[in-house]
């Protein structure tokens, strides 16, 4: 497929793909900020593992942030999951609690493909590539 598109049309096609992963990429800190916060909540503010706390959510809001501001740039539309997936994760932050709410976040803010254990997979054949850099997209010849 990707072959058989134009420049033009491997551009947007770019943009939409980017728009869509950081629109998921929003929600799911949204989810995980909700987590942390109810984590902490309650507990003294005083204290260096709260400060470091607040700081690492401030920087996921500035994350959430750049990539809305991105896609606003873009004129792309507002990428989300389903209806039923989003009653779904605000369900499940009421009821995730301890390690098992930390465990979900580090499965997906460190996925095995970006750790080098599991092939990358992309929809768009010859676009497919980790985030360490490493790509599996034909060379040319």
Known sequence: MWDSLTEEQRITLTI??????SGV?????????????????????A???LQWTLTEIADECRHSVMFARTAE????????????????????????DGPAAHAAILAVAAP?????????SSSVPGR??????????????
């Open 25 to 45: 990429g929003i929600w799911f800190e949204c989810l995980s900020m909700q987590l942390v916060l109810k984590d902490v909540y309650g507990e003294d503010p």
């Open 112 to 120: 095995p493909s970006c750790s080098g254990n599991a092939p990358a």
């Open 47 to 49: 204290q260096p593992h």
């Open 73 to 96: 740039k873009f004129g792309a539309p507002p990428y989300q999951p389903p209806a039923s997936i989003l009653r779904l994760g605000k369900a499940s932050v009421g009821r995730a």
């Open 16 to 21: 939409h793909e980017y728009c869509s992963i």
């Open 128 to 141: 497919a590539g980790c985030c360490r850099g490493r790509s599996t997209r034909p060379r040319p010849g």
